[in-house]
């Protein structure tokens, strides 16, 4: 059933993602094989690049608006009744969104490498990219470290979206579904800020004097690159456990509110 509401979903937001993925491919290509200073049409040298800009801003916009109405107007608007008829669990349905909207946020990401591509590939040669690759240190674990934050930061980013619409539909916060999420996801976002800032100023309070944190400040120096990446590390790995603690709770607030508050009348 996943695989099929998978389907569904796509199919119904391809048709608004793919014509500005080639549109955007399009663009890149022609400023490429232009190049930034053509002597012809000179004009173009601005317009082409503004419209690369503006499409890129539209696709930010539309991706958000897309995750908003989809979750909005499928779970807990009209089609809620169709949806939660099906012979599926409230999960499946949440994994569906979820992995949906995945699906097109990474490839977006991956649009805008290609679109860079595009714009450079008479400029850069796979000798420099080479050399550049060579100089940079091969620590595997960071590279896995940093995928795993965007995958998880996107995914904890989906799950609040989630969670705020269902709390706001479920106690009908505002008239309006979409406003009332708006305003759950702002308080929530406002308590999360307090909390990190409290734990923040606290551990710095409580553990100024501790030797471990001294060792710390002493890392920040960057003697070198690999003490750059050593540090990174530690703090990617806190906010990685942070990060899927945070997206765990999303989850599971959108789960109840999905499957015991839900109120489609």
């Given at each position: 059933?996943?695989?099929?509401?998978?389907?569904?979903?796509?199919?119904?937001?391809?048709?608004?993602?793919?014509?500005?993925?080639?549109?955007?491919?399009?663009?890149?290509?022609?400023?490429?094989?232009?190049?930034?200073?053509?002597?012809?049409?000179?004009?173009?040298?601005?317009?082409?690049?503004?419209?690369?800009?503006?499409?890129?801003?539209?696709?930010?916009?539309?991706?958000?608006?897309?995750?908003?109405?989809?979750?909005?107007?499928?779970?807990?608007?009209?089609?809620?009744?169709?949806?939660?008829?099906?012979?599926?669990?409230?999960?499946?349905?949440?994994?569906?969104?979820?992995?949906?909207?995945?699906?097109?946020?990474?490839?977006?990401?991956?649009?805008?490498?290609?679109?860079?591509?595009?714009?450079?590939?008479?400029?850069?040669?796979?000798?420099?990219?080479?050399?550049?690759?060579?100089?940079?240190?091969?620590?595997?674990?960071?590279?896995?470290?940093?995928?795993?934050?965007?995958?998880?930061?996107?995914?904890?980013?989906?799950?609040?979206?989630?969670?705020?619409l269902?709390?706001?539909?479920?106690?009908?916060?505002?008239?309006?579904?979409?406003?009332?999420?708006?305003?759950?996801?702002?308080?929530?976002?406002?308590?999360?800020?307090?909390?990190?800032?409290?734990?923040?100023?606290?551990?710095?309070?409580?553990?100024?004097?501790?030797?471990?944190?001294?060792?710390?400040?002493?890392?920040?120096?960057?003697?070198?690159?690999?003490?750059?990446?050593?540090f990174?590390?530690?703090?990617?790995?806190?906010?990685?456990?942070?990060?899927?603690?945070?997206?765990?709770?999303?989850?599971?607030?959108?789960?109840?509110?999905?499957?015991?508050k839900?109120?489609?009348?």
């Amino acid at each position: 059933m996943l695989r099929k509401l998978m389907k569904y979903e796509l199919k119904a937001t391809a048709r608004y993602f793919l014509p500005i993925y080639l549109a955007i491919l399009t663009l890149s290509l022609i400023i490429g094989l232009r190049g930034v200073n053509e002597t012809f049409l000179p004009f173009l040298n601005f317009l082409l690049p503004t419209i690369l800009g503006l499409s890129f801003m539209g696709l930010m916009v539309m991706t958000v608006i897309l995750i908003v109405t989809r979750f909005d107007k499928n779970l807990l608007g009209d089609e809620g009744y169709l949806m939660f008829t099906l012979p599926t669990k409230v999960t499946t349905l949440i994994h569906a969104k979820l992995l949906s909207s995945m699906l097109w946020i990474l490839l977006s990401g991956l649009i805008f490498l290609l679109s860079i591509l595009f714009i450079t590939f008479r400029h850069i040669s796979f000798l420099d990219l080479r050399i550049l690759w060579d100089t940079l240190p091969k620590d595997y674990m960071f590279l896995l470290l940093l995928v795993l934050l965007t995958v998880v930061g996107i995914l904890q980013s989906l799950l609040q979206v989630y969670a705020s619409l269902s709390i706001a539909q479920s106690y009908s916060i505002t008239k309006n579904r979409v406003l009332g999420g708006i305003l759950v996801f702002i308080v929530i976002s406002m308590a999360f800020n307090i909390f990190e800032s409290v734990v923040s100023l606290g551990g710095t309070f409580f553990f100024r004097e501790s030797p471990w944190l001294q060792m710390v400040m002493d890392e920040t120096m960057f003697q070198n690159i690999e003490d750059i990446f050593q540090f990174f590390k530690s703090f990617m790995t806190v906010y990685l456990v942070y990060t899927s603690v945070k997206a765990v709770l999303f989850y599971f607030f959108t789960k109840y509110h999905l499957e015991k508050k839900l109120n489609l009348d």
